[in-house]
């Protein structure tokens, strides 16, 4: 499994931007994709993830009002829809799939993408 993630860049404050996830050689159908975030110095936080399923969506504290995950299904995409950015946004965005079997769950990581939030 590959994850590809894209989009990140160059912000100005309370402007918005969207970072993609794309999956490729995927053998697999119950899978979560999420976004985590790492900023320099902390640890890599939980941002937001989707059930592959049914579209289901789950948020970490703090970001349900301004960001927002979507999936294209033909592509095998999650999109991160971030708005209203802060400085305290600026991090490295990494997207993962957690697959989800009878003996647990596997997680898989993409690369990051760098999202700077600055005027």
């Known amino acids: 499994v590959q994850l590809q993630a894209s989009g990140g860049g160059l912000v100005q404050p309370g402007g918005s931007l969207n970072v993609s996830c794309t999956v490729s050689g995927r053998t697999f159908d119950r899978f979560r994709m999420g976004w985590y975030r790492q900023a320099p110095g902390k640890e890599r936080r939980f941002v937001a993830q989707i059930t592959w399923s049914d579209g289901s969506t789950y948020y970490g504290a703090s970001f349900k009002n301004r960001f927002t995950i979507v999936r294209d299904n033909d592509k095998d995409a999650a999109t991160l829809e971030m708005n209203n950015l802060t400085p305290e946004d600026t991090a490295v965005y990494y997207c993962?799939?957690?697959?989800?079997?009878?003996?647990?769950?596997?997680?898989?990581w993409g690369q990051g993408t760098q999202v700077t939030v600055s005027s």
């Open positions: 993962a799939i957690d697959r989800m079997g009878i003996d647990g769950t596997q997680k898989y």
